[in-house]
C-alpha cells in the first residue's frame, strides 16, 4: 500500500523550488537596471507570482486520480506529443543550468582547482541515485533538509543583524518605473516555473489533500517574504556597489559572521544552503523529464538505460554549452506559463 | 503397534536416547516412548510410573477403556491426543512422553529445565529500574511478559519456522492497541520462510526487514521491561525459543536513541541526555572526515592559531591524513575486537599493550600525529554510546566512506555523504511505515517524546501505531 | 542489466578519486598574514610576511619571514614570488594589508582587482598604511601587536577608526574620502644606542640596527586619501571625527572624561543637524557642553570651509536621503552646507560625591 505525502513535506519542498533559483538568475540579474528598488521587484513579482500558482493549483485539482501526463493525454489526443516535447525541452534546460550554476558556485566556494566537469558529474551521480527511489523520498528528504536550513539561517540572522546599515538601502524611486514593471512580471514567472513540475504529484496521493490550495498560498507567501528578508540583508550590509560586483553576495556577508571569537569563517559550511536549493530543483526536474519520456516511448524495461543517457547528455550539454540568460528566461516561460495556460483554457472549454 | 514401534526406531536410527518403556496390564501391554535427554526422569517416576504402579499393585479391574482410564487419571498438566507417526515424533522430541495402546496414543508433557533461570541483565544495563532479563526458554519469556501486562487481550500467536529445528515462535500484542494489519503483514511474512533451521532470533531480522539497508530496523533486546513498554505502545514483539533476544516491530530510527532509564528519571535530565546521543552520532560519523577536509582541502575552515599547531604537528609524518585515519580506525577496531574475545584473565594486559602502542609509542616514533589520536579515538568512543550492536556497525560504515569522500573532495564530499546518508535513512521502512517517522512526515503530537522530553495534560499514542484507544491517560 | 551500469559507473567514478587535483597537504601552504605594497618609479614593491611552525618536544614555536619582489605590476610580481618560493601562497588567513603613503597616491583600483580575482581572497582583513614597510616587517608578530594596539586605543581612547576590506572598496568604486590608520615605525632610538656600543663588532651592530620592538610602533595619525590626495588628521581630530560618526566607547577630550555617545545626523537638503546625547561624569558637567561645540566647530570649519575634504561623506548621505536636491546641485554641495549642532549631557553617577 503505498503511503500518501503528508502536507508539511510537500510545503518544504515548495519552498526550496521557489527559493532556488529566485537569486543568482532571479533577481540579481535585474540589479543593474532597477538599483535599489530590487526590493519593490520582489515584492510586485510576489503578488503577480499569485497569478501562475492559482492556474496550477486549478490543474492539479482538476481530476484527482489523474497526473499532468495523463491530463494532457486526455485533453488533447491530437497535439499531446507536441506539447510533451516542449515540457521534456524546457524542464531539460532548466536542470542544465541551474547544475552549470552550482557546479560553478562549488567551484569557487569549496574547491577551487576541480574541474567543474568533475563536480557536476558527481552531483549528478547523488541526483540520480534519489530519483531513482522515487518522488516520495525527494518530499520526505525536503523536510529534513528544511530543518537544517531553519538552524543556518537563524545562526546567520542572529550573527549579521548588528551589521546591517539602514542608509544603505535609500535612495528609493530612482530607476525607471517601466522597466521596474516590466522586469517584476519576468521575476513572477522565473520565480514560480519550477512548481509547475510538482503536478506529477496525482491529487489523491496527498494527505488532507482539501487544504492544498491554502497551503499552496501560505507557502508562496512565506517564501517571498523570506526572499525579501534575505535581500535587505544583503543590501543593507554590503551596500549597492558591492552587489553589482560580487557574483554570489550571500556568501559574502557569511564571511563577516564573527560570535564570541570561536563561531568565525562559517562560509564553508553555511555555502550548505546554496546546494539544497539546487538539489532539489535537479532532482524534481529529472523525475519530470524521466516520466514524460517514459510516458512517449512506453516501454518499461528500459528504465536504466534511459537514466544512463540522461546523465551523459546532461553532462555534455551543461559542460560544453554556453548559455544565455534569454534561454532560462524562454524556457521558464514555456514551462511556466505557456503551457499551462494553454491546458486551462483547454479545461474550461471542455466544463462548460 | 509393534509396526510403530519399529517404524518409529527406523526413523530415530535407533538412537540409544529415545527408551521404549512397556508395561503389562491385565495381558495387554502399553509402551511408553520418550526421550530421556529431553524429559526429565525425576517426573516420570514420580507422575507417571508410580500411578502405573499403583494401579497394577491394586489390580484394578480395568479390561476396557484402558486408554480411557490412563487419560483421564494419570496427573500431567498437559494432555493431548496424537493421531499419527509425525505427530508423535513431533511430541517426542518436544519433550513429551508418548503413551501408545493399539491404535491411541496420548502424550503427557514431562519437560526437562535445559535453561540457566532467570537472570541479570549483561549488555543493556541501565540505573534504575528492574534487572530481569529474558532466557532461552520460550515459556518463561512469555511468563515475564504476562506477569507485567496482566490484561487478557496480550494476544499470542505461535509458529513453528524451520524444517529441521522447528523452533517455536510467539508473536505477542495488545489487541486493544494494536493495528492489525502490522500483525498480519508480520504473520505472512514469517509463515512464507523457507529456511533449514533458527539457532537465534537474529536469524529472523533478515526476512522482516530487507537485507540491503545499512541501518537496522528492529530492535532486539534482552530486558524485559523495554518489551513490555513497547507492547504498551502498540509495537509488537516477537519471542523465540532458545533465544534470550526478543524482537520489536516497528522500530524507528529515533528508538535507537530512547534507553529504558528514559522512563524512571527526570525530564530535564533525559532531554539532556537525548541531545548529547545525537550530537554523539553526529561526532561519531563526521568528525574524522571534517578533519581530514579541513587539513587538505578547505584550510579556511579554521582560525590561524589552529593552522598553525596543526601544522607544527604534521611536519615529521610521512602518511597523508588518510591514510593515517584509516591506519588509526583499523587498529581501534582491531583492539576492540580482540578484546571481545579475549578471557578475562589476559584482558589487563593486551589493554596496557594497546594503550602503550597506540598512545605513546605511534606517536613518538613520528608516525601518527597527536591530533589524529584524539580525533579518532573520539569517534570511536562516541559510537559506542548506543546499545544496538547493528546502529554501531553502520555508523563505522559511514565513517570509513565519508572519510574517502573527503579525503577526494573536502567539504563538498562530506555534503554528498550527508545527502546520501539522509536520503537512504529518508527511504527506508519498518513495516511499512517510514523510518524517520515523527521528523520527516511531521507529527506533532509525537515530538514531545522524540527527543526533548516534555509534559502533558493528555498523553496520545503515536498514530502511526495505533488507530483506537489513543489516550494513555489523563491527568487533573 | 542493472549490475553492468552499476559496475561502470564505480569504474568511471574510482578514476576520478585518483589524482584530485585540489589537494594540497599542509606542509605545502605558504601562511601569509600580512601583504605590504609600496610604490616607486612607476614599480610596484610587495611584501609577504609568512609564518612557519614547528614543534621541539611539545611546544610549539613560530618563524616569520618577509619575502620581496619588485615589478610593473602586482599579479607580475606575486607570479615572481610563486617562483621565489616553493610553496603555494595562501591568502585566506591575510590579517592586515599594508599601503605605503606613495601607493596611496596612485590608482588603488589596480590594487582591489589584484585582490578580488585571486581564489583564496576571503575580503575580511584591515587595511593600514604606514611610513616604512619593510621596518614594519622587521617586528616580530607585528599584524597580531598592531590589532591589539587598534583594539586597546578603540576601547580606551576611541581615536581608531576601522577600515575594513569592502569599505575601502565602495569608497574607492564611489570616489568617496577613505580614513587610513597610520602607524609610524620609530628609527631613532636605534641609531643612537649603536653610537653608545663602540666595542661590539660589526655584525652585532647589524642585527641591533635589524630589531624592533614593540615600543617603536605607534600610531599617533591617520591618514585622508580622496582623489589621490593625501592629508594628515591626528588622533585628537578623529576622536572628532568618531563622535560625530556615533563610534566613541570612552575616551577624553583636552581632560574631560567622556563614557560614550549617541549621535544622530539628519539632512534637510542641505542643512545638517547633528543631535549629540553624550555621557559624562558629574564633576566636568559645567565646562562641557561649551568645550564640546567649539572643537566641533573648529573640526568642520577646518575641513569643510578650509581645505574643502567632504570627510563625514555627507554628499552620500545627501544623495541617499535626498536624490532629487543631490542632482540639482550635485557639483557645488560642500559650500552649500549649513551645520546645527544640538547637544545633551546625561550624567553618570560616580562612586566618590566630593562637593566643596
Do not use: W
Amino acid at each position: 500500500m503505498k503511503n500518501k505525502y503528508s502536507m508539511f513535506s510537500f510545503d518544504t519542498l515548495t519552498f526550496f523550488l521557489i527559493a532556488s533559483l529566485s537569486s543568482n538568475i532571479g533577481y540579481l540579474t535585474f540589479i543593474k537596471d532597477t538599483k535599489i528598488d530590487t526590493i519593490f521587484l520582489i515584492l510586485i513579482g510576489s503578488v503577480l507570482g499569485l497569478i501562475p500558482i492559482y492556474i496550477y493549483n486549478k490543474i492539479i485539482s482538476y481530476n484527482e486520480d489523474r497526473n499532468i501526463i495523463e491530463n494532457i493525454e486526455y485533453l488533447f489526443p491530437k497535439i499531446n506529443l507536441f506539447i510533451k516535447i516542449i515540457l521534456i525541452i524546457t524542464s531539460f534546460l532548466i536542470m542544465c543550468i541551474s547544475l552549470k550554476e552550482i557546479s560553478s558556485f562549488i567551484n569557487i566556494y569549496l574547491l577551487k582547482n576541480t574541474n567543474t566537469l568533475f563536480i557536476s558529474s558527481i552531483f549528478l551521480l547523488l541526483v540520480l541515485y534519489t530519483s531513482s527511489k522515487g518522488i516520495n523520498t525527494i518530499v520526505k528528504a525536503s523536510t529534513i533538509c528544511f530543518y537544517l536550513f531553519v538552524f543556518i539561517n537563524i545562526l546567520s540572522i542572529v550573527g549579521t543583524i548588528n551589521l546591517v546599515d539602514l542608509n544603505n538601502l535609500k535612495p528609493l524611486f530612482i530607476s525607471n518605473k517601466i522597466s521596474l514593471l516590466i522586469d517584476s512580471v519576468i521575476y513572477s514567472f522565473l520565480s514560480t516555473s519550477p512548481l509547475f513540475m510538482l503536478s506529477i504529484i496525482k491529487k489523491k496521493d496527498l494527505n488532507k489533500k482539501n487544504y492544498l490550495k491554502s497551503n499552496l498560498y501560505k507557502t508562496y507567501i512565506f517564501t517571498s517574504i523570506f526572499i525579501v528578508i534575505e535581500f535587505i540583508f544583503t543590501l543593507g550590509i554590503l551596500g549597492i556597489t558591492l552587489l553589482n560586483i560580487y557574483k554570489y553576495p550571500a556568501i559574502n556577508i557569511y564571511k563577516k559572521i564573527s560570535f564570541l571569537n570561536i563561531f568565525e569563517r562559517v562560509e564553508s559550511f553555511f555555502a550548505i544552503k546554496f546546494l539544497f536549493y539546487s538539489f532539489f530543483l535537479i532532482s524534481i526536474s529529472l523525475i519530470f523529464v524521466l516520466h514524460l519520456s517514459k510516458s512517449l516511448l512506453k516501454n518499461k524495461k528500459k528504465d536504466n538505460l534511459l537514466l544512463a543517457s540522461y546523465f551523459l547528455l546532461i553532462i555534455f550539454i551543461s559542460f560544453f554549452c554556453k548559455f544565455d540568460f534569454s534561454i532560462y528566461l524562454i524556457s521558464s516561460y514555456l514551462l511556466g506559463i505557456f503551457i499551462p495556460i494553454i491546458i486551462y483554457i483547454k479545461m474550461i472549454i471542455l466544463s462548460k | 503397534m509393534d509396526k510403530l514401534i519399529d517404524e518409529i526406531k527406523i526413523k530415530t536410527g535407533n538412537s540409544k536416547d529415545l527408551i521404549y518403556k512397556s508395561i503389562k496390564i491385565n495381558n495387554k501391554t502399553i509402551y511408553l516412548v520418550f526421550s530421556e535427554v529431553l524429559t526429565s526422569g525425576e517426573d516420570i517416576n514420580n507422575f507417571i510410573l508410580k500411578n502405573i504402579s499403583k494401579i497394577i499393585d491394586f489390580k484394578i479391574d480395568i479390561t476396557n477403556g484402558l486408554f480411557e482410564f490412563f487419560y483421564n487419571s494419570i496427573p500431567s498438566h498437559n494432555v493431548s491426543k496424537v493421531s499419527n507417526i509425525d505427530e508423535i515424533l513431533d511430541k517426542i522430541f518436544n519433550g513429551y512422553v508418548v503413551f501408545i495402546e493399539e491404535n491411541n496414543y496420548f502424550a503427557m508433557e514431562m519437560r526437562a529445565s535445559l535453561d540457566r533461570g532467570v537472570s541479570n541483565v549483561v549488555n543493556e544495563i541501565s540505573l534504575r529500574g528492574p534487572k530481569d532479563a529474558f532466557t532461552e526458554n520460550f515459556n518463561k519469556n512469555l511468563g515475564l511478559l504476562r506477569r507485567r501486562i496482566k490484561c487478557p487481550s496480550l494476544f499470542v500467536k505461535d509458529l513453528e519456522i524451520g524444517k529441521q529445528t522447528k523452533t517455536k515462535v510467539g508473536i505477542a500484542y495488545m489487541n486493544n492497541i494494536c493495528k492489525i494489519k502490522n500483525v498480519d503483514l508480520i504473520l505472512e511474512k514469517l509463515s512464507s520462510i523457507n529456511i533449514d533451521g533458527i539457532i537465534d532470533a537474529s536469524y529472523l531480522k533478515d526476512y522482516l526487514s530487507s537485507p540491503k539497508n545499512l541501518f537496522p530496523t528492529v530492535v532486539s533486546t534482552e530486558r524485559v521491561d523495554v518489551a513490555s513498554q513497547a507492547l504498551l505502545e502498540g509495537k509488537i514483539v516477537i519471542i523465540t525459543d532458545n533465544s534470550p533476544y526478543c524482537l520489536i516491530l516497528p522500530s524507528f530510527f529515533i528508538d535507537f536513541f530512547h534507553t529504558p532509564d528514559d522512563y524512571y528519571q527526570k525530564e530535564i535530565s533525559i532531554s539532556f541526555l537525548r541531545i548529547i546521543k545525537l550530537i554523539a552520532f553526529l561526532i561519531a560519523c563526521f568528525l574524522p572526515a571534517y578533519y581530514i577536509a579541513i587539513t587538505t582541502h578547505n584550510h579556511d575552515a579554521i582560525s590561524t592559531n589552529l593552522l598553525l599547531n596543526f601544522i607544527s604537528q604534521r611536519q615529521n609524518v610521512p602518511f597523508p591524513a588518510l591514510v593515517e585515519a584509516l591506519l588509526m580506525t583499523i587498529s581501534f577496531e582491531i583492539l576492540k575486537e580482540s578484546d571481545l574475545r579475549m578471557s578475562s584473565t589476559m584482558g589487563t594486559a593486551v589493554s596496557i599493550l594497546g594503550g602503550l602502542i597506540l598512545g605513546d609509542a605511534l606517536v613518538s616514533a613520528g608516525i601518527v600525529s597527536p591530533i589524529m589520536i584524539i580525533v579518532v579515538a573520539t569517534s570511536m568512543i562516541s559510537g559506542l554510546i548506543f546499545s544496538s550492536v547493528d546502529l554501531t556497525s553502520a555508523i563505522r560504515f559511514y565513517r570509513i566512506m565519508l572519510m574517502i569522500l573527503a579525503a577526494s573532495l573536502g567539504l563538498y564530499g562530506i555534503f554528498i555523504g550527508g545527502m546520501f546518508l539522509i536520503i537512504h535513512l529518508v527511504s527506508l521502512k519498518t513495516l511499512e511505515e517510514d523510518y524517520l517517522a515523527p521528523f520527516s512526515p511531521l507529527i506533532e503530537k509525537e515530538q514531545r517524546d522524540a527527543i526533548i522530553k516534555t509534559n502533558s495534560k493528555v498523553k496520545y499514542r503515536n498514530p502511526l501505531l495505533t488507530d483506537k484507544n489513543k489516550v494513555k491517560g489523563r491527568r487533573k | 542489466m542493472k549490475k553492468i551500469l552499476l559496475l561502470l559507473i564505480t569504474l568511471i567514478s574510482s578514476l576520478f578519486l585518483t589524482g584530485c587535483i585540489n589537494y594540497t597537504e599542509l606542509n605545502e601552504l605558504l601562511v601569509v598574514t600580512s601583504i605590504g605594497i609600496d610604490y616607486q618609479d612607476d614599480n610596484y614593491i610587495v611584501y609577504l610576511y609568512t609564518i612557519d611552525s614547528k614543534t621541539d618536544d611539545g611546544s610549539i614555536e613560530k618563524e616569520y619571514k618577509t619575502l620581496k619582489e619588485k615589478a610593473s605590476t602586482i599579479s607580475e610580481a606575486f607570479t615572481k614570488l610563486y617562483q621565489k618560493s616553493n610553496k603555494k601562497i595562501y591568502l585566506s588567513h591575510l590579517d592586515l594589508l599594508v599601503l605605503s603613503e606613495f601607493t596611496l597616491k596612485t590608482d588603488l583600483s589596480k590594487v582591489i582587482k589584484s585582490f578580488l580575482y585571486d581564489i583564496d581572497n576571503r575580503s575580511s582583513f584591515n587595511i593600514i598604511t604606514t611610513n616604512n614597510i619593510e621596518k614594519l616587517f622587521q617586528v616580530d608578530d607585528f599584524p597580531n601587536k598592531v590589532t591589539s594596539i587598534f583594539t586597546t586605543n578603540q576601547k580606551e581612547m576611541s581615536s581608531y577608526t576601522s577600515l575594513n576590506f569592502d569599505t575601502f572598496i565602495t569608497n574607492v568604486i564611489e570616489n568617496n574620502t577613505i580614513i587610513v590608520p597610520k602607524i609610524t615605525v620609530n628609527t631613532k632610538n636605534n641609531n643612537q644606542n649603536n653610537k653608545t656600543n663602540n666595542e661590539n663588532t660589526k655584525q652585532e651592530d647589524e642585527e641591533e640596527t635589524n630589531v624592533l620592538s614593540e615600543e617603536d610602533i605607534i600610531y599617533q595619525e591617520s591618514i585622508i586619501v580622496k582623489e589621490n590626495n593625501i592629508e594628515k588628521i591626528n588622533y585628537q581630530d578623529v576622536i572628532i571625527y568618531n563622535y560625530l560618526t556615533n563610534n566613541i566607547k570612552r575616551t577624553t577630550i583636552n581632560k574631560i572624561n567622556v563614557l560614550d555617545n549617541y549621535t544622530v545626523l539628519k539632512t534637510e537638503n542641505n542643512k545638517i543637524k547633528i543631535n549629540i546625547i553624550s555621557n559624562i561624569y558629574d564633576k566636568d558637567q559645567k565646562k562641557f557642553p561649551e568645550m564640546l561645540k567649539k572643537e566641533i566647530n573648529r573640526f568642520l570649519d577646518t575641513y569643510y570651509k578650509d581645505k574643502k575634504i567632504d570627510i563625514l561623506n555627507l554628499e552620500k548621505l545627501i544623495y541617499q536621503n535626498h536624490y532629487n536636491y543631490y542632482k540639482k546641485y550635485q557639483d557645488d554641495l560642500i559650500n552649500l552646507l549649513d551645520f546645527k549642532i544640538d547637544l545633551k549631557v546625561s550624567l553618570v553617577d560616580t562612586e566618590v560625591t566630593y562637593e566643596k
